[in-house]
C-alpha cells in the first residue's frame, strides 16, 4: 500500500507543500513478545495500529504497517506534533494493557514530484534507528 500511495498519490498529497514520512517502531517489543506471549504482543501491535489509524484519519495523513511492529505515516503534519499526537493516542489505547508501550519515530521530508520512496524509506528509518540506540545507550 505504501508504494502504490507514494508512487500514484502523494503528488496529489503534497502539491501545495512538502509531505513527511514518519517511521514508527514499538520499543523494546521483544521484551513484550518475551514476558507478556505473542497473543498479548500481536495485542500491542494491533492496538499501536489503531491509535497511529486514529491519528491519522483526524489529521488527513495516510498510514500503514510497514513490518513486523514497525509503522509509517505520511503527513503535511509537522512530524514532531503528529509524534505527540501518536503518542497520546497509544497511551489512551493501550491504558488497560499490561505494559506500557513506548514508541520511536525518525522521519523525512518528501521533496513535492522528486521524492523517491527508497530514499526516503531510508532516510526516516536511519533516523528511527539513531533514536532507538540513543534509547538504548541510555539505558545501559
Known amino acids: 500500500r505504501l508504494g502504490t500511495f507514494f508512487n500514484e498519490d502523494i ?10 514520512l514518519s517511521m514508527i517502531d514499538i520499543d523494546s517489543f521483544k521484551f513484550v513478545n518475551d514476558l507478556y506471549g505473542h497473543v498479548e504482543g500481536d495485542k500491542a501491535i494491533k492496538l499501536v495500529a489503531r491509535a497511529i489509524k486514529g491519528v491519522a484519519d483526524t489529521t488527513g495523513a495516510f498510514a500503514a504497517r510497514y513490518g513486523g ?7 503535511k503534519k509537522e512530524p514532531l506534533k503528529l509524534r505527540e499526537e501518536i503518542e497520546k493516542a497509544i497511551e489512551k489505547e493501550t491504558q488497560n494493557f499490561p505494559c506500557r508501550i513506548n514508541i520511536s519515530m525518525g522521519f523525512a521530508e518528501c521533496h513535492g514530484t522528486s521524492a523517491n ?9 536511519k533516523m ?10 541510555k539505558r545501559q
Open 11 to 20: 503528488f496529489k498529497f503534497n502539491k501545495s507543500e512538502n509531505a513527511f
Open 69 to 75: 511492529d514497525e509503522f509509517c505515516v505520511v503527513s
Open 117 to 125: 520512496l527508497a530514499a526516503v524509506v531510508s532516510e526516516a528509518d
Open 128 to 137: 528511527l534507528y539513531e533514536e532507538k540506540n540513543r534509547k538504548h545507550v
